[in-house]
T-cell receptor, first 117, second 111 residues
Framework: AQTVTQSQPEMSVQEAETVTLSCTYD???????LFWYKQPPSRQMILVIR??????QNATENRFSVNFQKAAKSFSLKISDSQLGDAAMYFC??????????????FGTGTLLAVQP | DGGITQSPKYLFRKEGQNVTLSCEQN?????MYWYRQDPGQGLRLIYY???????QKGDIAEGYSVSREKKESFPLTVTSAQKNPTAFYLC??????????FGPGTRLTVL
């Protein structure tokens, strides 16, 4: 069974600085997707960034980028120029690429990010 | 606007009552999901549906039931058999590998 581990329960960053959130996963599959979701105090889950396992290039969305190390099964999220609105719980998630009954997301336990002014 | 709506935002249930949480999407997504989130924890999958009139149990389906009579709608019923229903419930939908998109959630509290 696949698992997702986020080893940092809480992180803190100064406004305008850069922070990296860690995520590791375990799978025997070769085709899969990885995601980072943000959950602000409103509690709505917002998709931040996605990565297909077959793509070697790291995904980037504005100030958010990932460092995808497939062999190490590592998928970290880098937030550049941190803003107060980035304060939230961040979840890493895995999804099998084989479709069918395995379309479900497997979530890590989350990292609570605080942004200091 | 395209999106996922959940209602109500807050729901209170008395012991022994069944309650139904609504989830509607106009994204034309085939798959829909229900998750439960407890304080300080990640999301756990309750049920999911990949097509109309078909649904599958997730990891914590006991005490819950769903239906999928329309593509746009995936209501969740929390039955009296669910012994600890107080939680935050999130509905999501997806299309292929684009990732799941979530509704705003329903906070259920047992009185």
């Amino acid at each position: 069974a696949q698992t997702v581990t986020q080893s940092q329960p809480e992180m803190s960053v100064q406004e305008a600085e850069t922070v990296t959130l860690s995520c590791t996963y375990d799978t025997s599959e070769s085709d899969y997707y990885l995601f980072w979701y943000k959950q602000p105090p409103s509690r709505q889950m917002i998709l931040v960034i996605r990565q297909e396992a077959y793509k070697q290039q790291n995904a980037t969305e504005n100030r958010f980028s990932v460092n995808f190390q497939k062999a190490a099964k590592s998928f970290s999220l880098k937030i550049s120029d941190s803003q107060l609105g980035d304060a939230a719980m961040y979840f890493c998630a895995y999804r099998s690429g084989y479709g069918g009954a395995t379309n479900k997301l497997i979530f890590g336990t989350g990292t609570l990010l605080a942004v200091q002014p | 606007d395209g999106g996922i709506t959940q209602s109500p935002k807050y729901l209170f249930r008395k012991e022994g009552q069944n309650v139904t949480l609504s989830c509607e999407q106009n994204l034309n997504h085939d798959a829909m999901y229900w998750y439960r989130q407890d304080p300080g924890q990640g999301l756990r999958l309750i049920y999911y549906s990949q097509i109309v009139n078909d649904f599958q149990k997730g990891d914590i389906a006991e005490g819950y039931s769903v239906s999928r009579e329309k593509k746009e709608s995936f209501p969740l019923t929390v039955t009296s058999a669910q012994k600890n229903p107080t939680a935050f419930y999130l509905c999501a939908s997806s299309l292929g590998g684009l990732g799941q998109f979530f509704g705003p959630g329903t906070r259920l509290t047992v009185l």
